[in-house]
């Protein structure tokens, strides 16, 4: 049998190395901005020495959060009055970003990303994350040694991982002779977008649709809907698989379904999902973005999510996946247990163990095996009771202890 030309280049094609991605800069990056926790005392130090060396010594536009720059922990350090002048404020839901950054910087734990993430609603410039928070798993660099690793990255020495995100749009029901003029909720999420009960006493009770097709109903606290990086977020403490970021899949996780069989599954990226409150529901549902933008999902209304064209640059420490697993081993604990002890001397017919007997006065470095088959360490009642014949004499009553220290002895 010839396998055709077009058979035979289809099976020469290889799966491209998501470690290949690398950071590269059409022209040099000029601006940059720079997210730091907010209300944390130890991250103001850090975010000073930062922007100051990035606005001296690498001659950049720095933009910050004008709410940052009214925290008391930040006005009232030595080195704020000399760059108050130098930086470029804004405020979230007021100020346009859009083509003003080249380059995000975070200080602090996952939040700075998925803050970072929300104020870009389309195209998002790379952005470098520094653990200076609680847990870590989306920033992978560490502070001590920024003015090397930021150099190598504005050089474009760095890897990229594409973390995708999911859009989510709610459509409202009109009402009997009126029409909602408000424009519907579109917005885009990195981790997940939370469907549940609310303060509801009754189960959640919700649709789901997967390209226009029913799939199921959902009874139980609510649905997780999350992107390959919020598989390690809420929806693996819901009993979900972890996702590498770069599998392009959307996570569907129930949370605590009143159903033995109901599992966490994975849908292609290129699906639309429709979630409704079913007609037979006692109570409506409550939608989250990321942690954000708590809203109402009444009766008649729909959640629509797909995934996003415009995914986060996230850069590398290493690479997409040394930075993964070592997130895995450092902020989960992902498979740690103790090593399992090895054999020092295995033998075919048991090992031995050695072992000081005491008697009469003497002590004697005695030699015991433990033998492999359990038939030859057997002794039957008759010949028991002749090595010692107070076993004969004892009572059924007695335990399995008190008769082998008698045997012993």
């Known amino acids: ?43 103001v130090q850090p975010f000073l020495q930062l922007v100051k060396w990035l606005n001296v010594e690498k001659r950049m536009v720095v933009f910050v959060e004008a709410t940052v720059l009214e925290e008391p922990l930040v006005t009232s350090h030595p080195v704020f009055p000399s760059l108050k002048d130098k930086l470029m404020s804004f405020r979230e839901g007021q ?7 080249d380059f995000i910087i975070c200080l602090g734990g996952d939040g700075t990303l998925l803050y970072a993430s929300s104020l870009f ?24 040694n920024f003015q090397e690793q930021v150099t190598n990255v504005l050089e474009g020495h760095a890897a990229l991982t594409l973390r995708s995100r999911l859009r989510c749009i709610i459509l409202k029901k009109e009402e009997d002779g009126k029409k909602d003029v408000s424009p519907p909720t579109n917005l885009l999420v990195l981790n997940e977008v939370v469907i549940d009960r609310g303060p509801s006493p009754y189960l959640s009770n919700i649709d789901l649709y997967l390209d226009g097709k029913r799939i199921t109903s959902v009874q139980g606290d609510g ?22 970021p770069s599998v392009p899949a959307i996570m569907v ?13 994975v849908v292609p990226a290129g699906v639309e ?48 996946i040394a930075d993964w697993f070592a997130s895995l081993d450092e902020c989960l604990r992902w498979n740690d247990r103790k090593r399992q002890k090895h ?5 075919d017919d048991g090992i031995e163990i050695p072992y000081t007997q005491s008697g009469s006065g003497l002590n004697s470095s005695t030699t015991s095996k433990c033998i492999s088959n359990p038939a030859e360490s057997f002794t039957p009642p008759n010949e028991l009771a002749e090595l010692n014949p107070e076993i004969a004499a004892s ?15």
């Open 1 to 43: 049998m010839k396998l055709r030309p077009d058979y035979i280049h289809c099976f020469e094609r290889t799966i491209q190395d998501p470690a290949s991605q690398r950071l590269t800069w059409y022209k040099p990056p000029l601006s940059v901005l720079v997210i730091k926790k907010a209300r944390d005392a130890q991250v």
């Open 95 to 101: 100020d346009d970003l859009t083509d003003r950054i």
């Open 121 to 144: 609603q389309q195209s998002v410039p790379p952005v470098m994350a520094f653990h200076l928070g609680s847990l870590g798993f989306l920033t992978p660099f560490k502070f001590d």
């Open 223 to 244: 649905l997780i809907v999350s992107t390959p990086t919020g598989s390690t977020a809420y929806a693996v403490a819901a009993g979900a698989s972890m996702i590498h």
């Open 253 to 265: 996780t129930p949370i605590c379904p009143h159903s033995l069989s109901f599992r966490p599954i």
């Open 273 to 320: 999902l429709m979630i409704a409150v079913s007609k037979e529901s006692r109570n409506t549902a409550w939608v989250s973005f990321d942690g954000r933008k708590r809203q109402e999902l009444s009766h008649g209304d729909s959640l629509r999510v797909t995934t996003s064209i415009y995914p986060v640059p996230s850069i590398c420490s290493e690479d997409q």
């Open 343 to 347: 054999l020092d001397d295995p033998m």
């Open 395 to 409: 009572s059924s009553s007695e335990t399995l202890d008190s008769l082998s220290e008698k045997c012993i002895s």
